[in-house]
């Protein structure tokens, strides 16, 4: 597993940096959109289906409904 993915999976809140050659010196973090990790600049990641899957499954589960 590599790094990013490994943080993506045990820090809450991580973000992948830009993959964008032109972000390079401003190194700007991303943002999750709900499918994969994108950058103002229009840069996304390209991060499998399973593992965007598993990712949501652990970090965007929707919280269980409570009885009153």
Known sequence: MSTVRRNLMSSAGY???C???????NMPRT???GSQ?????????TFE???I???KA???AKPEARAC
Request: hydrophobic share 30%; net charge positive.
């Open 19 to 25: 993959g964008n050659e032109r972000c390079f010196l």
């Open 37 to 45: 990790f994108a950058c103002d600049c229009g840069w996304r990641s």
């Open 31 to 33: 943002r999750f959109t």
């Open 53 to 55: 899957d598993r990712y």
């Open 15 to 17: 973000t992948p940096y």
């Open 58 to 60: 652990k970090w965007h």
């Open 49 to 51: 289906a399973e593992f």
